[in-house]
C-alpha cells in the first residue's frame, strides 16, 4: 500500500485524486482516541470552570464598579482565560528578528496569580528554526531582494503619504506597483490595499449588496466573512471544496430565488467565494470545476489567493496558474502581499472598468491611508525578481527549491506514519495532534530543541483536528529540515502520534 502511494507520488503522476483517496482512507483515528479528545477536552473545561468559582475573572465584574456591561460576556472570557490562557505559548509566541529560515523568540516563563495564568518575558533570546512563518520565497529579509529598493523609497518619498489614495496619497511607487500586479496575474488592472485583511473586509462591501447572494467556502477566512457581512448579503455556507454541494446551492439559488413562496424575484448577484489555499488545511481550492459552474449558473467568482499567489504554479502566479486556468475566467482576483512578498497589504484585481469604479468607491482607497511608499517599493522589488525583469533567476530558483522543500518534508512526514493534511505541493503543513495536551506538548518540546512551531485546536479548527501548523520556506535548507524532521520523529513516539495506519518506511526519498 505505501510503496503504491509514495511511487505515484514521485513519478508525478497527474491523477492527484486518487492518490489522496487512497492515504485518506488509512488516515483515521480510532474510536478509544475518539473519546479520549473527548474526555480529555471536559476535564479541562471542569478545571477551568472550578478556577472560575474560585475566582471569577474581574472582566466579568466590571459592570459593577463602572457601570457599563462589560467588554466581554462570561463564555469569552472563561474561554480565554481559563482554557486557552493555558496554552497561550503554544498558540504565539513574540520574536525580535526577521522571520526567515530561523527566528529568534523572546522566552517566557508560565506563572499563576491566584488561578489566572500569566507568562513572564525573561529577557533570554532564543534562535530557533523558523516553521512557522509565511514566509514561503524566503522574502522576508532585511537585505538582497525588494529590501534594496525598500531602502532606496524612504530617501525619496519618506515612510508614509499621510493621506489616503482620493487624496494625495497616490504616488508613483503606487501607479507602478498595481501596474506589475496586473500584468503579473494576467488581468487588466489592479488595485492595492495597506492592509491585508482590510482588502477583504473594506472591499466586498462596495461589490456586494443586499439583494445578493454569497456561497462561501466552509473555510475561508474570517476577513472574508467578515466583509460578507458587513455587505448584508444574505450567505450561505458550502462543504469545503465540495463542488457537489456548491451546484445544489447554485441550483436552488436559481430556482427559488430570494423568495422561496410567494413572487419569484431573482438574486441581484450571486457570488462564489473560495481560497486558492486554505491556511489551516494546506488543500487547494478545485478550481477548473468552481470556473465551470460559475459559467454554467451565470455567477461571479471572487478567488482570495492571500497564500497561494507566489506559492504556487511554476512562475508563482498563484492557483490560477496551478491549473492552467484563464485569469479572465475569474471575475475579481484578491490578495495579500505579506506571505509570498514577505512585505504588508494587499490587492484587488479584475477588469479596467471594475478596477476604475473600486478606486472611487473602495473604503479602502477613500477612508484608509495607502500603502507606506518603502513597503510599496519592496513589492515592485519582489515582484521584478519573480518576473525575471532584474536580469536573474533567482525567482525561478526559490519557487523550485520551495517545490522541493514541500514534497520532500510532506514525504519524510508520512513516512514517519504521521497524519498529515493538504495538497502534495502545499507548503502548509498540518500535522494532526487530536488532542489539546498533545499539541501543547510537541509545541513545547520543540521548542526547547530549538525549533519554533505553532499549534492551532478548537474553535480554531474542527473539535477533533487539534494540529500543529508548519510552514515550508525557500530559504530553508536540507540540513534544517533533517534536523526538523529528526526533532519531530523523537517527540512524536515520545507523545504518541504515529496515528496513520500506513506501515512505517525507512525508505530513502531523493531531496
Not at 64 to 73: A, D, E, F, I, K
Request: charged share 20%.
Amino acid at each position: 500500500m505505501e510503496s503504491t502511494f509514495f511511487v505515484k507520488l514521485l513519478q508525478g503522476k497527474q491523477d492527484k485524486e486518487e492518490v489522496m483517496e487512497e492515504s485518506d482512507e488509512m488516515h483515521t483515528i480510532s474510536f478509544i482516541s475518539c473519546f479520549f479528545v473527548h474526555l480529555g477536552f471536559y476535564i479541562l473545561i471542569f478545571v477551568g470552570a472550578l478556577s472560575a468559582l474560585v475566582r471569577p475573572p474581574q472582566l466579568t465584574r466590571e459592570k459593577n464598579r463602572v457601570g457599563y456591561p462589560p467588554l466581554y460576556s462570561r463564555l469569552e472570557t472563561f474561554v480565554s482565560l481559563y482554557l486557552l490562557g493555558r496554552l497561550r505559548d503554544c498558540l504565539s509566541n513574540p520574536i525580535c528578528s526577521v522571520p526567515g529560515a530561523e527566528v529568534v523568540l523572546k522566552q517566557r516563563v508560565f506563572e499563576k496569580e491566584g488561578c489566572i495564568s500569566n507568562f513572564k518575558f525573561t529577557g533570554r533570546r532564543v534562535k530557533c528554526i523558523n516553521m512557522v512563518s509565511y514566509n514561503y520565497l524566503g522574502f522576508a529579509e532585511n537585505c538582497g531582494g525588494g529590501s534594496d529598493f525598500a531602502i532606496k523609497a524612504i530617501y525619496e518619498n519618506g515612510l508614509s503619504t499621510g493621506s489616503t489614495r482620493l487624496l494625495y496619497g497616490s504616488l508613483d511607487i503606487h501607479s507602478e506597483l498595481e501596474k506589475l500586479t496586473a500584468e503579473f496575474l494576467g488581468v487588466e488592472d489592479s488595485l492595492s490595499c495597506g492592509m491585508g485583511f482590510a482588502t477583504n473586509s473594506l472591499n466586498l462591501p462596495v461589490i456586494i449588496s443586499r439583494e445578493c447572494l454569497v456561497l462561501s467556502d466552509a473555510k475561508n477566512h474570517s476577513s472574508i466573512i467578515l466583509g460578507a457581512k458587513i455587505s448584508g448579503a444574505t450567505i450561505k455556507v458550502f462543504k469545503h471544496n465540495d463542488v457537489d454541494h456548491l451546484e445544489l446551492l447554485l441550483k436552488e439559488a436559481v430556482y427559488y430565488g430570494q423568495n422561496r413562496v410567494g413572487d419569484y424575484k431573482p438574486w441581484k448577484k450571486i457570488f462564489i467565494i473560495v481560497e486558492g489555499m486554505y491556511s489551516m488545511e494546506g488543500t487547494f481550492a478545485p478550481l477548473p470545476q468552481i470556473i465551470a459552474l460559475k459559467k454554467k449558473y451565470k455567477a461571479y467568482l471572487y478567488v482570495d489567493e492571500a497564500h497561494s499567489i507566489g506559492a504556487m504554479g511554476k512562475s508563482g502566479r498563484g492557483v490560477v496558474e496551478y491549473y492552467g486556468c484563464n485569469p479572465k475566467d475569474v471575475d475579481i482576483l484578491m490578495g495579500t502581499y505579506t506571505k509570498s512578498f514577505g512585505a504588508a497589504g494587499g490587492y484587488i484585481a479584475g477588469s479596467k472598468a471594475f478596477i476604475s469604479h473600486m478606486r472611487s468607491n473602495s473604503y479602502a482607497s477613500k477612508y484608509a491611508w495607502s500603502m507606506s511608499p518603502p513597503v510599496a517599493a519592496h513589492i515592485v522589488g519582489v515582484l521584478k525578481i519573480l518576473m525575471q525583469m532584474d536580469g536573474t533567476t533567482i525567482g525561478q530558483t526559490r519557487l523550485s527549491t520551495m517545490a522541493r522543500n514541500t514534497k520532500y518534508f510532506r514525504l519524510k512526514l508520512r513516512q514517519m506514519g504521521l497524519i498529515i493534511y493538504g495538497c502534495e505541493d502545499s507548503p502548509v503543513v498540518p500535522i494532526l495532534c487530536y488532542f489539546y495536551s498533545k499539541m501543547a506538548a510537541m509545541v513545547r518540546n520543540l521548542r526547547e530543541h530549538k525549533v519554533a512551531v505553532v499549534g492551532a485546536g478548537y474553535p480554531a479548527t474542527p473539535f477533533l483536528e487539534g494540529r500543529l501548523r508548519i510552514c515550508i520556506s525557500a530559504c530553508h535548507t536540507k540540513e534544517q529540515l533533517d534536523y526538523v524532521l529528526e526533532v519531530i520523529a523523537k517527540a512524536s513516539n515520545e507523545f504518541g502520534l504515529f496515528y496513520s495506519k500506513l506501515p512505517r518506511s525507512n525508505r530513502f526519498i531523493e531531496y
